[in-house]
Structure formats: C-alpha cells, structure tokens
C-alpha cells in the first residue's frame, strides 16, 4: 500500500482501487475503518450491560465518555442533553479515534482529507436548522433569518456558509499540518523528537475533536435557544394583546 508522503496534501490523492467511476482512495478505506472499530466496539461494550456496582472496565469507561458529554451539552442547553448526544457524541468519538489511531504505523487520519472534514461540517450544517425546526417549527426558524429586518437574511445565510467552512477547514488544517510536521521530523532529526511530538499530536488530535464537537453543539444551541426565547416572546406579546381585548 502506498503511503500518503510529505509533497501530498490530501490521502485523496492515493487511489487504492478504480473501476470506472467508482475510486476507493486511503481516506475511504481508514474512513469506514474508524467506522468498523466504533460500531463492533460499541456492540461489544453493550452487549452485556449490567446495573451491578461492578462492571466491566470498557462499560465503565464508556459510562464516563456519555456523562462528560452529556454534561457538557448540559451546560450549552440547560435542558434535553439527551437528544444531541447522538449526533454530538458520534462526532467526537470519530474524530477522536481518527486522530488518534494515527500512533498506528501505516495509518493516515481521514480528518486530514478536507472531504471527511467537509463532511462532518455539512452534518453539522444540516443537524443546525433541524434542531432548530423541531425545537420551535419552520416559520419561526425561518423568522430570525429576517431580523432585525429582511435585508439582513443575506447575511445570515453567508454567516451559516462561513462557520461551516471555518469547522471544516480548521480541523483538516490542523491534523494535515501535524502529520506533515512529523514526517518532516522523522527524515530529518533522530527518533526521540519525533516520538515526542507524535505524543503532543495526539493530545491535540484530542483537543481538536473536543473542539469540532464543542461548536457544533454551541452552533445548535444557539439556533434552538434563540429561536425558542423569541417563539416565547411572541406568544408573551400574543397573551397580552388578547388581555387587552378582553379587558
């Protein structure tokens, strides 16, 4: 198998397999590679759970990974944590493992192709307005892209575009320019620097992750907050319109 090599930017650019139009690159194969490992481990994890005390070390590791998110999307919503940790949860746990399988000889991060990168924004893009129509429907949702008045809905439209973007290029920047560092590195200096800055990127593969997930759900809260404080003043404004009338 060729590996991806310092002059290339992207994994995209190794092509594994070509049937016509059909082209199974290294960013598609450790892609659903991370996904096989996610889904076999959590079946394996889960399919004895228990609620003794005591429990196996991957159940309890994985009880402790769900309460950390949970009480993170606690602190953004205040309420309803539960109902995100689906979308939120599975966004780090790939991003994470993605990252940090890179220790991996041979293995090349699918976060380091702008297309995955690109596509868990797009998820995060799309995951926004639905959260924000089921918390409080379309007309209302539609509503704020209006406001304070319609020549703003331009605006808000490019700032929806512009923070997609900003998801998508700063975690691909990050975990490209890492493994490009330590290549360098290792052509250049003696093992033990490379180690340590291999150990320093996984600790930022991590963070990154952490950070993907974190303004994801702050892009949601914001959308289904918002939305909701101003569906509660309308209504607020609509009970004392019909006080008036009555009185």
């Known amino acids: 198998m060729e590996i991806v090599g310092i002059n290339q930017i992207s994994p995209d650019q190794v092509i594994l397999w070509s049937w016509g139009f059909v082209t199974i690159s290294v960013t598609i194969l450790y892609t ?39 009480g993170e999307i606690r602190e953004m919503t205040k309420k309803g944590a539960d109902k995100y940790i689906p979308l939120i949860g599975t966004l780090f746990l790939f991003i994470c493992l993605s990252n940090v399988l890179v220790i991996v000889p ?32 379309f007309f209302y949702y539609l509503k704020e892209y209006f406001q304070p008045n319609f020549i703003f809905f331009p605006l808000h439209v490019m700032g929806e575009l512009a923070r997609t973007l900003a998801l998508t290029v700063r975690l691909f920047g ?59 003043h309308e209504k607020l404004q609509n009970a004392e319109v019909s006080e008036g009338v009555t009185a």
């Open 174 to 232: 990050n975990i490209m320019s890492h493994e490009k560092i330590i290549g360098i590195l290792l052509s250049v200096t003696p093992l033990l620097f490379p180690v340590i800055m291999q150990a320093l990127g996984l600790l930022i593969g991590v963070i990154q992750a952490y950070i993907f997930a974190i303004l994801s759900m702050v892009y949601i809260a914001s959308a289904t907050s918002v939305h909701e404080e101003s569906h509660k």
């Open 32 to 70: 659903w590679l991370v996904m096989v490992i996610l889904v076999v481990g959590s079946w394996l994890v889960t399919r004895n759970l228990s609620n003794d005390i005591n429990v196996s070390r991957w159940q309890h590791f994985l009880e402790v990974v769900i309460s950390t998110i949970r």
């Open 106 to 137: 041979g293995f090349v991060a699918p976060t380091s192709s702008i297309t995955t990168t690109a596509a868990l924004a797009i998820c995060v893009f799309i995951a926004v307005p639905f959260y924000g129509i089921s918390a409080n429907g």
